[in-house]
């Protein structure tokens, strides 16, 4: 038997628009640092997101960015959490 050397290919469904799939949203530079000064943390001490994650692909962010997740949570309605962009 010859082994095949598998190439990765794109996803050709979009997952952001499945029902299980939480909201990420891009902050702005500004939005950022007005949440990071809110909490009085660094960016690398948020929970990390890797940059190839199919949920933020489409944002087109970049290593260092940081990443609004709100999720439909059954006691307080939703949660809103915060990621930090990573390779």
Known sequence: M???KIEKTEIAIDISSHVL???H???????AEEILG???IKP???PYIKRSDPAIRDAKAQV???IKVVRRSS????AIVYR???E
């Not at 949203?25 to 939005?31: C, G, H, Q, S, Y």
């Not at 006691?75 to 939703?78: I, V």
């Open 25 to 31: 949203t891009l902050l702005t530079k500004e939005e």
């Open 84 to 86: 930090y962009v990573i």
């Open 44 to 46: 690398y001490q948020l």
């Open 64 to 66: 260092g960015d940081v």
């Open 2 to 4: 010859s082994k095949k």
């Open 21 to 23: 799939v939480p909201k």
């Open 75 to 78: 006691t307080a309605g939703e």
């Open 38 to 40: 809110k909490y009085r």
